[in-house]
C-alpha cells in the first residue's frame, strides 16, 4: 500500500526540493510543470505565470503583490518541500488552485471554497461590483433580493453589499453547497441580511418575490460535459451539468421566475456560452444582453414582463 509518507519521499517532484533554493527557482520550476504538462487554466488564472505567483504566494504568506520583492529570498527544504507537494497536486492531479489554498476572489471579496461548491467566477459578480448601473438605478431601493443556485453564497454575500437595504435569499439545491455558504456567510457577518435555503430552485420558495432574482445555474451542455478537462471534473457535476443543451435549468427559470419577481423587478441569468441556443428557443423574447469583461454573449437580464409566457 502507498501511503502519503511513502508517495511523498518518492514523487520527482519534492525530490527537486534539494536543487530549488529560492522563491525565483520554485516559481520558474512550478511555471515549466504546468505548461510542460498542458495544465488548464480558467479558475481565476490566465496563464501559468499568474497562478504560479499566486500559489507560491499564498503558500509563503507574503501579499500577492509583493512576491517579486522575495524572489531571492530562500526557504527552508520543508518549505520547498511542502511547496512542491502542492504544485505535484495542481499539475498530477489536476486539482485547481482555490481547491489548494481553501479560497477564491471575486475582486476584493475573498470566499472559502471546497469541492463541495462550484469556484466562483461569475460574470454577475463583476456586474454587482460596477453597481448594476442602468438596470438597477437606485440600489438603496432594492427591498429583497435571491441568488438563485447559490453554491458558496458569494454571490448573495455580493448583493448584501450592493443592496445595502435588502433582505437577501440565497437558494440552492444541495445541502453540501449550503454548509459552504453558511461558513462564508458568517465569515462576512451578513446572517442577519442573508438568508439560506436549500430548495430545487424556487420550490422552497412559494410566495416570495423580489426587486433582482440573479443566478449563475448549470449551464454545461453534454457534448461540453463529455470533454471537460480534469481541471473542471473537480468540481460538483450538479453545479455544472445541464442537460443536452445546457438549458434545463434556464428553461425553468424562466418559466418559473414570474411568480415570484414584483412588478419591476429583473431577473438576470448567466449561460455560458448558450446565446444561440438560448435564443433558439426563445425567438421572442427580448433579452438585454449586459456587457461583461469577456463579451456581450453570457448574461442576460429580462423585467417580470419580458418573460416568456
Known amino acids: 500500500m502507498t501511503t502519503d509518507n511513502t508517495r511523498h519521499a518518492t514523487s520527482p517532484y519534492v525530490a527537486a526540493a534539494d536543487d530549488l533554493r529560492t522563491i525565483r527557482d520554485l516559481l520558474r520550476f512550478a511555471v ?122 458569494c454571490l448573495a454575500i455580493l448583493m448584501a453589499h450592493a443592496f445595502p437595504n435588502a433582505a437577501v435569499d440565497a437558494a440552492d439545491l444541495s445541502p453540501a453547497a449550503i454548509d459552504v455558504a453558511h461558513r462564508n456567510v458568517g465569515e462576512y457577518g451578513c446572517g442577519d441580511r442573508v438568508h439560506l435555503v436549500q430548495s430545487d430552485l424556487f420550490a422552497a420558495l412559494a410566495g416570495k418575490r423580489y426587486d433582482v432574482i440573479v443566478s449563475n445555474p448549470p449551464y454545461v451542455d453534454a457534448p461540453s460535459m463529455a470533454e471537460l478537462p480534469r481541471e473542471f471534473r473537480h468540481e460538483p457535476e450538479l453545479a455544472l451539468a445541464a442537460g443536452d443543451d445546457g438549458l434545463d435549468l434556464v ?56 418573460l416568456p409566457t
Open 32 to 153: 515549466t510543470e504546468m505548461g510542460r504538462a498542458g495544465v488548464v487554466h480558467g479558475h481565476g488564472f490566465p496563464d501559468a505565470t499568474t497562478e504560479a505567483i499566486y500559489l507560491l504566494a499564498w503558500f509563503c504568506h507574503i501579499p500577492h503583490g509583493a512576491l517579486s520583492d522575495h524572489l531571492d529570498a530562500r526557504l527552508t527544504r520543508t518549505e520547498r518541500a511542502g511547496f512542491l507537494s502542492l504544485l505535484e497536486r495542481r499539475v498530477v492531479e489536476r486539482e485547481p488552485v482555490p481547491y489548494l489554498t481553501g479560497e477564491a476572489w471575486i475582486g476584493d471579496f475573498r470566499f472559502f471554497v471546497d469541492r463541495r461548491v462550484l469556484i466562483p467566477r461569475s460574470f454577475i459578480g463583476d456586474l454587482l461590483l460596477e453597481g448594476l448601473s442602468p438596470w438597477v438605478p437606485d440600489l438603496d431601493a432594492v427591498d429583497t433580493a435571491l441568488d438563485l443556485c447559490t453554491g458558496s453564497g
Open 251 to 306: 428553461r425553468r427559470i424562466l418559466a418559473e421566475a414570474g411568480d415570484h419577481l414584483n412588478p419591476a423587478g429583473v431577473l438576470i441569468v448567466e449561460i455560458g456560452h448558450n446565446r444561440a441556443a438560448l435564443e433558439a428557443a426563445y425567438p421572442d423574447t427580448p433579452f438585454t444582453w449586459l456587457s461583461t469583461h469577456a463579451g456581450d454573449d453570457f448574461v442576460f437580464l429580462l423585467g417580470r414582463d419580458q
